[in-house]
């Protein structure tokens, strides 16, 4: 184991007040009759809502990531099953943008890609206590009986620092519970961060019957680390965003990345049918506008981005990129992202 580091419309070109609640930008003639007649009384399409999401959703997520590495920084490199090229920043968060701890990654990761909320969370394990905390989904208790889609933290009994942290993906008759744990089973004999992450991957473990209660130290658990359950979290649904990625990039795209900025989160979607990327930035509980970026660019061609004050979301940026690498990223209250070159299949 490890110690780890402490209503968009489509109205004409763009209407930004049905889409941010932003001022008008540009509107056609024809466009600004509908949009007249629609504060006349007309009666607005219905938004759809994101499906809620489920622990069973993040667990299948979780699990469908058994064998994955790091991501391309790894010494057997893998993308993830959203073809991502890395888990949020385990390739490029350490020091000098370089491989980092990364089990935190995974399990914010899994649950961003659920739809549940990852504000707060960062790539250390203790922020998911913390998350807990904040949530009222903590559970300390020794009589609680932990479900899926649950991070499970880990402390120690060396010292009172959370060192790792697991998402449940199965809870057994028997009593045993099946966990996914990023970053797991690296080489041993490393004695830096990043050779223990290029060397680590997302490994299961079935903590046994009689040894998943908070307090205990499950001999399925590395013992020389002294590992001891310390909490288990429940995630909560993410804001009250409207929109969805696919329902800002339209119809036939397809989310294959994505990234955590804090109160937003970044979107890479990809349509098969037309061959273009578009990314957008949407915001995790959306109370008023907000500084937002959303950033596409094609290795070796053209680039385009979307800055300005919103309330829901950032974008749709789209360019085509078939068989060509792209780098995507966006920004949230000052705090920016941008990818590697990657996804250029």
């Known amino acids: 184991m490890h110690l780890d580091r402490l209503v968009r419309s489509r109205l004409g070109r763009r209407i930004s007040v049905l889409r941010r609640g932003s001022l008008v930008r540009r509107i056609p003639v024809w466009t600004a009759l509908v949009l007249m007649a ?49 888990f949020e920043t385990s390739c490029s968060g350490g020091g000098s943008g370089g491989p980092e701890y990364w089990c935190a990654d995974f399990a914010m990761w899994v649950w961003a890609n659920s739809g549940f909320s990852t504000v707060g ?16 989904t903590q559970h300390t208790a020794t009589s609680y009986l932990p479900q899926v ?6 402390g120690s009994t060396k010292d009172s620092a959370i060192h790792h942290v697991g998402i449940v993906t199965a ?15 690296g080489d041993p004999s490393t004695t830096t961060m990043a050779a223990w992450a290029v060397s680590s991957s997302v490994v299961s473990v079935t903590l046994p019957a009689g040894q998943t209660a908070v307090g205990s130290e499950p001999s399925t658990v590395d013992p020389a680390d002294g590992y001891v359950i310390a909490g288990y979290t429940t995630p909560v649904a993410a804001g009250s965003n409207p929109y969805t990625p696919s329902q800002v990039c339209g119809t036939g795209f397809n989310v294959v990345d994505s990234h955590n900025l804090g109160g937003a989160q970044v979107y890479l979607l990809y349509s098969s049918t037309t061959g ?21 660019a094609v290795q070796g061609g053209a680039s ?35 990818s590697p070159w990657s996804h250029c299949g």
């Open 149 to 154: 889609g649950d991070a499970v933290e880990y």
């Open 304 to 338: 385009a981005k979307d800055p300005g004050n919103y309330t829901y979301y950032a974008g749709p940026v789209k360019l085509a990129a078939p068989g060509v690498c792209v780098q995507w990223g966006g920004s949230y209250q000052g705090v920016s992202w941008t």
């Open 276 to 296: 273009q990327n578009c990314v957008t930035t949407l915001v995790t509980n959306p109370t008023t506008q907000a500084a937002l970026n959303a950033t596409l």
């Open 38 to 86: 629609a504060l006349l009384g007309a009666a607005a399409p219905a938004t759809a809502s994101a499906a809620t999401p489920t622990g069973s959703a993040a667990a299948a997520l979780a699990t469908a990531n058994v064998g994955k590495t790091a991501g391309s920084c790894a010494n057997t490199p893998t993308t993830n099953s959203l073809g991502g090229t890395q």
């Open 121 to 136: 969370l960062d790539a250390g394990a203790v922020s998911f206590q913390t998350y807990g905390q904040r949530n009222g």
């Open 171 to 185: 809870v057994h008759a028997d009593g045993s519970v099946t966990t996914a744990n990023g970053d797991w089973n």
